[in-house]
Each structure stands twice: as structure tokens, then as C-alpha cells.
């Protein structure tokens, strides 16, 4: 594997607000992440490389029950809050469960962002910004 969890929570603390993502999208990629995948639940994050090594960073705080039905309106509007530097992160993890929002995956390959519900069904896709 070419890339640590160290290097990657070093470019993920000069993220400030939804307006830093693409540079640390770019940050990550360029240490040899091909795709990431984040659970809402506890936060872990495991991040993969084109061979499908992967590092995840366990558990980041205590466990937040998903919504069992998807509110995507709802959803759709507190992510573009959050994507405008409205809310943190913890916030926006918050709004993810009580939407009914499990987790996402980011593919630096389609360059897309796909959010997914309990039952692992895709219910948003939006294209991963360059520069906002």
C-alpha cells in the first residue's frame, strides 16, 4: 500500500469547511487513494488503493442510529448546507443518520460521490467537485 492513515488525517486537518474538500479530494489521490468509503454509524472511513489495499481509520466517535427510512429532499438540502461551509462535520453526520444516509462512497476514478441507505442502496450520486 502506498499511503498511511497518518497521511491521510494530516491533508484531512487542513480541511476548514466544505469549500477545502476538492483540494484534499486532489491531496489524497495523489497519495495513491483510489476510493473511500465512510459509515455514518461510528465514522470509520477505510481508504483503498487500485489493488484494493486498504487502511481504515476505526471508530471516530460513539454510534448515531440511522433513520430507517431515507428522507432524500430533506437530505439533499442540509448537504448543500453543509457543502457551503454551514455545518461541520459532526453535524452533517448527524443530519446523514437522521435522513436515513448510512454512508457514502467517494470513487477518484468516476470522480463521483455516492450515498447509500441501510439496506446498502445508492440513493445520491453527485459528481465530485475540482474546485468549488
Known sequence: MKFTIDEIKSE????????????????IKNLGVSHYTTLVTDGNTKYF??????????KKYDVLEIAGN??????KTRLKLHQKGGTDYPTFCK???ENG???WKM??????CTYF????????EEI???QL
Do not use: R, W
Open 12 to 27: 484531512h486537518q487542513k480541511v476548514k469547511s466544505g469549500a477545502d474538500f476538492p483540494n484534499y479530494i486532489q491531496a
Open 49 to 58: 488503493d487500485d489493488e484494493n489495499n486498504f487502511a481504515e481509520t476505526g
Open 70 to 75: 431515507a428522507d432524500l429532499e430533506n437530505f
Open 95 to 97: 443530519d446523514c443518520a
Open 101 to 103: 444516509v448510512k454512508g
Open 107 to 112: 470513487d477518484f476514478n468516476k470522480m463521483t
Open 117 to 124: 441507505d441501510k439496506n446498502q442502496n445508492d440513493i445520491l
Open 128 to 130: 465530485i467537485p475540482s
